[in-house]
């Protein structure tokens, strides 16, 4: 199956400072990624849809300003936490959709906020 | 997209079949069944889905009510490692348009020795 690589895996970072993650879709093209976060036993939360070439769609609730989200090609969105504050502590999570339709997942990436 | 029902958690033995039902009764025409699993801390799998007729791969089976109000994953022959939360998920699938996947609160399916 189609594979989507995100990085970093996890992420330990101070009170204050910015993280960027990133997802690539590696044997496919994807001109639309998600953006998704999930808190400890809670299921996952959409956060925003990554569209290639023009500017995400943030769900209701989502900080846009706070969760800055870049897909400059077909095989790379990125979303920068700024700022980032104990609270953001989560697993984030993206996934890219391929002409077909189908969506695959990256592994997650564990934010640990100090 | 139209909300799932699912029953929060279940035991299945290991070698049984795991049976995962999922109620869906304001599905739209043109939505999808989907069934993913997330085992802890990593990215969501795909299992399988279908529009209206039971379809079936090498991971599961997927039996879909003729009102398609509600589906039933199948898992033949459980095993330990098929210890996941497996969500169910109605979306709109047509190709570069295809949905969103909004996830409800899933099942969380334990198989025991």
């Known amino acids: 199956g189609a594979v989507v690589s995100q990085h970093p895996s996890r992420v330990i970072c101070k009170s204050g400072t910015s993280v960027k993650i990133e997802c690539r879709s590696l044997?496919?093209?994807?001109?639309?990624m998600f953006w998704y976060r999930q808190f400890p036993k809670q299921s996952l939360m959409l956060m925003a849809t990554?569209?290639?070439?023009?500017?995400?769609?943030?769900e209701q609730g989502v900080e846009k300003d706070k969760f800055l989200i870049n897909h400059a090609s077909l095989t790379l969105s990125t979303l920068t936490v700024t700022s980032a504050h104990p609270e953001d502590s989560s697993f984030y999570i993206c996934?890219?959709?391929?002409?077909?339709?189908?969506?695959?997942f990256g592994s997650g990436t564990q934010l640990s906020v100090l | 997209d139209a909300k799932t029902t699912q029953p929060p958690s279940m035991d299945c033995a290991e070698g049984r079949a795991a049976n995962l039902p999922c109620n869906h009764s304001?599905?739209?025409?043109?939505?999808?069944v989907y069934w993913y699993r997330q085992i802890h801390s990593q990215g969501p799998q795909y299992i399988i889905h279908?529009?209206?007729n039971n379809e079936t791969n090498e991971m599961a089976s997927l039996i879909i009510t003729e009102d398609r109000k509600s589906s039933t994953l199948i898992l033949p022959h459980a095993t330990l490692r098929d210890t996941a939360v497996y969500y169910c998920?109605?979306?709109?699938?047509?190709?570069?348009?295809?949905?969103?996947?909004?996830f409800g609160q899933g099942t969380e399916l334990s198989v025991k020795p």
């Open positions: 279908g529009l209206k």
């Open positions: 998920i109605v979306r709109v699938a047509a190709g570069n348009q295809g949905g969103k996947l909004i």
């Open positions: 996934s890219a959709r391929a002409n077909s339709g189908e969506l695959f």
């Open positions: 990554s569209n290639e070439g023009s500017k995400a769609t943030y």
């Open positions: 044997d496919f093209q994807a001109t639309t």
């Open positions: 304001t599905i739209s025409g043109n939505e999808y």
